[in-house]
Structures are given as C-alpha cells and as structure tokens.
C-alpha cells in the first residue's frame, strides 16, 4: 500500500503524545530498527513511521541511542504487524544496528544470577561426592580391616594345622 491509500491518522494535538514505550524485543528473532530503516524496509516515508509513533499505534523504544541521544527504535515485529517489511536489507545499519547494545546490562545481571545458580549447584554436588567419598573410605577401611583379620584367622588356622 501506497502512503497516499493509507486511512488518514488524526495526529496529536500540540504538545500531546500517545507514545506507547517499550523496552524488550517482544520474541526470539525478533530486532530493533531505527525509524529511517523502518521507513526504507517498508518502502514507506519516514513521516509515516513518525506519525504512527506519535498516535501511539507503533511502539517505540523507552531509551534513545545514538551519539545524540535522538536515534529511536521501533521493533520489527511491531512494524510488520502495521505493514509488510518489503526489504529487509534496505536497512542501512546492519548487523552492528541490530545489536541490542541497551539491553546488555540487563543481559549481564540475567547471567551473573544464572552463574551463581550454577555454582551453588555445583558446590552441592562437591558437597555431596564429599560425603560419598568419606563413606567410600570408610567403608574401604572397615572392608580392609575385616579382609586383614580374616587373613590372620586363615594364617593361623593354616599354621596351626600344618603343625
């Protein structure tokens, strides 16, 4: 659809936003587009992505990048739900732009919290091959003892017979 076919959205009045923020992909495989590729993967003009922002009907993302803080972001899944993504290597950030780059704190304390799961685990089972080992041992010992006792019985029983 052509931007001239598209039903014409009432924009806010001045000083009024209906910006719906989001801060997550919404799935896997899902990424991050700046208006601009927005608008080039759509084949649609960038006032078209700016104003569905700004009636709140595509979401954008709560933190700006960018070396001045003005890049935004829209999901791609958000954007494919309003209108078809036609090419998505029209988008000139590439690889590099996809990078969730705000999300990487978050991603960080997710894999501290994971990795301090895991070393409690695994110090439980330290813990219980511990204990296992200790039994190990000591039931080596008493099997050892026993084993020794019962030779010295034979040795002596042996003796006292070829005697």
């Known amino acids: ?3 001239a076919e598209m039903p014409q959205i009432e924009s806010p009045k ?3 936003s209906r910006e719906v923020l989001v801060d997550d992909l919404a799935e896997t495989g899902d990424y991050w587009l700046s208006v601009t590729d927005a608008a080039r993967v759509t084949r649609r003009q960038e006032i078209t992505i ?3 922002i700004a009636v709140g009907e595509l979401p ?3 933190q700006r990048m960018g070396l001045n803080k003005r890049t935004r972001h829209v999901r791609a899944s958000d954007l494919a739900k309003i209108t078809p993504i036609i090419d998505p290597s029209a988008a000139i950030t590439g690889e590099v732009g996809n990078l969730d780059l705000t999300n990487i704190p978050h991603q960080q304390a997710q894999l501290m919290t994971k990795q301090q ?3 409690l685990r695994c110090a439980e089972i330290e813990q219980t091959l511990a ?3 200790a039994q190990w041992e ?3 010992h008493r099997q050892e003892t026993a084993q ?3 030779l010295t019985v034979i040795q002596q029983e042996f003796s006292t017979h070829i005697q």
């Open 50 to 52: 700016r104003r569905w």
């Open 14 to 16: 001045e000083g009024e």
């Open 1 to 3: 659809m052509a931007d």
């Open 131 to 133: 204990t296992f080992v």
């Open 138 to 140: 000591v039931d080596r």
């Open 60 to 62: 954008v993302r709560r």
């Open 117 to 119: 799961e895991m070393a």
């Open 148 to 150: 020794y006792e019962a």
